[in-house]
C-alpha cells in the first residue's frame, strides 16, 4: 500500500470514530458548497455543528472549517464550505487532502453529493447560459492536470480506477431539475470544464475548452468530483454563471456576481433537497 494510502485510510477512520463517539449526526447527503454555506444552516432541522479542527485525524486546510449536520427537508444532511480549491492551491500534503471530506461523508454513510460553484459560460450564443443562471451538471471534462487521487494507490475508501460514467447520475438530476421547476427555479444543463486557476482562463483557452465539449468552466471542480466517484457516490453539480464569452475579465465583477447568485443557490439546494431524500431512499431500496 502506498504511503499516501496508508496515510488517508488512518485519517478517515480516526475523523470517523470521533465523530460518532461525540456522537455526531450520520449524513445521507453531503452539501458542499463553494458558494458558501450562508444561511442554509439555519434552515436545518435539528442542527449541530462542530469545528473540524476538533476532530481526529482532519488535516489542512479543513481544519478550519465548521462541520453542520441536520436535515433539511427532510434529507439528513452534511453542510460545509468546500475549501478544495484553496487546498489546491496550497499544494499542501498529498493530493487527497484536496477532498477528504468526501471520503469522510462516504464513510459516515453519504449516497450523493450535492455541490455548488460559480463558473464561466463558454457560449456566446443566445441559447448559452448568461451571468445570474444556473447550470445542472451533465458531466465533467477534467483539463486541470490534477487530481485527488494521484500516488494514493490501493485503499479501503475506493477502487485504483474509479468509475466516472455514471458519477452525474441522470434519475437524479432529473428529479432535482424537476422539483427546481415546480418552484421557478430555470436551470440549463451542461457538461463543465474543471480548470486549475487562480489565474483567470485566456479567450483562448475558454474557445478550447468550447470545442472540447465543455458548456461551463469552473476551477478546482476536479478534486470533489473524482473524489465523489472514488467513494461512490452519485453527484449533482449546481453552477452559477458569472461571466460569458471572450470578454475582459473584470474580478471585482465576478465576485459581485458569485454573492449575488449565493441566495438562488442556497434557495435550490434547499429546494431538491426532497427530490435528493426519494433518489436515495429509492439507492437503498435496489441495494436491498
Known sequence: MSVHAETLDPAVGAAKRDLEERPFPAPKALLLLATGVGFLPDRLEGRTQIDLAEVAGVPEPWNRAELFAGRLEGLDVWLLDDLSAEAASLESGPPWVRAFPLWLAAAAGARVLVHTSAGA????EVESP???DIVA???HINLSGRTPLLGLGPCKHGPLFPDQSRLHRAGLRQA???AAARLGFDLAEGVAACT???SLDTPAERRF????GAD???QGLESPLIAAAH???DALCFVAITDVGEGRADLVRLLERSRAAAPAVEDLVAAVAPAVADAIRALEAEDG
Open 176 to 178: 432535482a431539475l424537476r
Open 121 to 124: 459560460s463558454l457560449g456566446s
Open 130 to 132: 448568461k451571468p445570474g
Open 196 to 198: 486549475s486557476g487562480p
Open 231 to 233: 467513494a461512490g457516490l
Open 209 to 212: 475548452y468550447a470545442r472540447a
Open 137 to 139: 451538471l451533465t458531466d
Open 216 to 218: 461551463v468552466a469552473v
